[in-house]
T-cell receptor, first 116, second 116 residues
Framework: DAGVTQSPTHLIKTRGQQVTLRCSPK?????VSWYQQALGQGPQFIFQ???????QRGNFPDRFSGHQFPNYSSELNVNALLLGDSALYLCASSLWGRLGWGTEAFFGQGTRLTVV | AQKITQTQPGMFVQEKEAVTLDCTYD???????LFWYKQPSSGEMIFLIY??????QNATEGRYSLNFQKARKSANLVISASQLGDSAMYFC?????????????FGTGTRLQVTL
């Protein structure tokens, strides 16, 4: 049973560029959430997708956008990259309506983005 | 809004000893779930243990137990018989029970180092 997979694992981009990160959820999960983890900090919620729609959004600018596909996989897009966007980006999958009701979110290994 | 506070940036413990990692939380939600995740240097967040706010008993999972004191709004993680492989970052997190899939709010983490 494959867990959550993310690609790529590492990425280096230049300021002003655009980047796309990808995530495949755990088999059987239908909800994908994205988190940004700056160095030395805890993960911060970016947004969440279910049924191909953004359902919740954290305090992130519109430069951060996403998409969910019919097979539940998801992409995170960041436009006009800033140095401050350098971070570990984590994807988490869960079952819609079940997180916390005795069920947990499963995380991928993350994509480490460096903006230079 | 929810907030998680982890006041121990770093902890040391000798192999085979027990260690307690502190977590306090703040929320106005009447029902919520509390989680602990382990993050090794590889980056992946590994689920350890879950406690529902409505649970009367403290959760246990193998060598992990959660000391839940609702009145004090604390959810400390106890690791018994520490092993060298326990060296990692540990994050406390919570989610409200909103009836739909929700987001996780994380603390800043505690770095645990297990020594011989």
């Amino acid at each position: 049973d494959a867990g959550v997979t993310q690609s790529p694992t590492h990425l280096i981009k230049t300021r002003g560029q655009q980047v796309t990160l990808r995530c495949s959820p755990k088999s059987g999960h239908d909800t994908v959430s994205w988190y940004q983890q700056a160095l030395g900090q805890g993960p911060q919620f970016i947004f969440q997708y279910y049924e191909e729609e953004e359902r919740q959004r954290g305090n992130f600018p519109d430069r951060f956008s996403g998409h969910q596909f019919p097979n539940y996989s998801s992409e995170l897009n960041v436009n006009a990259l800033l140095l401050g966007d350098s971070a570990l980006y984590l994807c988490a999958s869960s079952l819609w309506g079940r997180l916390g009701w005795g069920t947990e979110a499963f995380f991928g290994q993350g994509t480490r983005l460096t903006v230079v | 809004a929810q907030k998680i506070t982890q006041t121990q940036p770093g902890m040391f413990v000798q192999e085979k000893e027990a260690v307690t990692l502190d977590c306090t939380y703040d929320t106005s939600d009447p029902s919520y779930g509390l989680f602990w995740y382990k993050q090794p240097s590889s980056g992946e967040m590994i689920f350890l243990i879950y406690q529902g706010s409505y649970d009367q008993q403290n959760a246990t999972e193998g060598r992990y137990s959660l000391n839940f004191q609702k009145a004090r709004k604390s959810a400390n993680l106890v690791i018994s018989a520490s092993q060298l492989g326990d060296s990692a970052m540990y994050f406390c997190a919570m989610t409200p029970f909103t009836g739909t899939a929700s987001k996780l709010t994380f603390g800043t983490g505690t770095r645990l180092q297990v020594t011989l």
